[in-house]
T-cell receptor
C-alpha cells in the first residue's frame, strides 16, 4: 500500500523552464492538495481539489497550474519557473467528509537557479 | 498569512521528560489537527480535536483545546529520541475542505 506517491523526488530547473510535478494516491480519496514548504513559513496551500473534476486556488496559487487527471492523480505545473519557486512541494490527500486528516507524500525538492 | 502559530519555535529536552508545545490561531475553527514531520519526510497525522472537545488522548499524546483563547497544546509524555521531529498544528475553518498550517515547533530529544 503506497499511500501518496510523488515524482520526482528532486529537480533542478533554470529560470523560465517548465515542469510538472506528479502525485498519485491509492486510497480512493476524494480530496487532493498541493502545499509548498519554505523555511520559517510552514506549509502554504497552493491549490486543492475537493473532488474529481474540481480545482480551487489556495493561499499562494500564482505561477502554478493544476490538473485533477482522475480520482487518483493530481499534478502541479510550473509554466515558467522562477527562483522564488525554490521550495519543497508536498502533495496530500484526504478521504471522508469535511475536514479529514491529510495523508502526505514525501515531497519534491525543487531548486530554480 | 498563517492561521496557526506554534510556540516555542524550538525545544530541546532529554529522553524521559515531557514536551509541551502550543498553538495559537486567529479565527473560529471546525477542528484542529497536529502533525509530525521527520527530517526529509512528509507530514504524518497525529491527532484531531473538534471545536466542541476540550481534551483528547492518544497513547503518549495529550491535546487540549481552548476555543475562548483560540489556543491548543500538545503534550508528549515520557519522550523518546524517536520523537525528535517538527510538530505542526493545522486548523480547519469555513466550509472548504482545506487545512491551514502553522510554522511548527522543532523538538530535539537527546539521550
Amino acid at each position: 500500500n503506497a499511500g501518496v506517491t510523488q515524482t520526482p523526488k528532486f529537480q533542478v530547473l533554470k529560470t523560465g523552464q517548465s515542469m510538472t510535478l506528479q502525485c498519485a494516491q491509492d486510497m480512493n480519496h476524494n480530496s487532493m492538495y498541493w502545499y509548498r514548504q519554505d523555511p520559517g513559513m510552514g506549509l502554504r496551500l497552493i491549490y486543492y481539489s475537493a473532488s474529481e473534476g474540481t480545482t480551487d486556488k489556495g493561499e499562494v496559487p500564482n505561477g502554478y497550474n493544476v490538473s485533477r487527471l482522475n480520482k487518483r492523480e493530481f499534478s502541479l505545473r510550473l509554466e515558467s519557473a522562477a527562483p522564488s519557486q525554490t521550495s519543497v512541494y508536498f502533495c496530500a490527500s484526504a478521504g471522508g467528509q469535511g475536514f479529514s486528516p491529510l495523508h502526505f507524500g514525501n515531497g519534491t525538492r525543487l531548486t530554480v537557479t | 498569512s498563517q492561521q496557526g502559530e506554534e510556540d516555542p519555535q524550538a525545544l530541546s529536552i532529554q529522553e524521559g521528560e515531557n514536551a509541551t508545545m502550543n498553538c495559537s490561531y486567529k479565527t473560529s475553527i471546525n477542528n484542529l489537527q497536529w502533525y509530525r514531520q521527520n527530517s526529509g519526510r512528509g507530514l504524518v497525522h497525529l491527532i484531531l480535536i473538534r471545536s466542541n472537545e476540550r481534551e483528547k488522548h492518544s497513547g503518549r499524546l495529550r491535546v487540549t483545546l481552548d476555543t475562548s483563547k483560540k489556543s491548543s497544546s500538545l503534550l508528549i509524555t515520557a519522550s523518546r529520541a524517536a520523537d525528535t521531529a517538527s510538530y505542526f498544528c493545522a486548523t480547519a475553518t469555513g466550509t472548504a475542505s482545506k487545512l491551514t498550517f502553522g510554522t511548527g515547533t522543532r523538538l530535539q530529544v537527546t539521550l
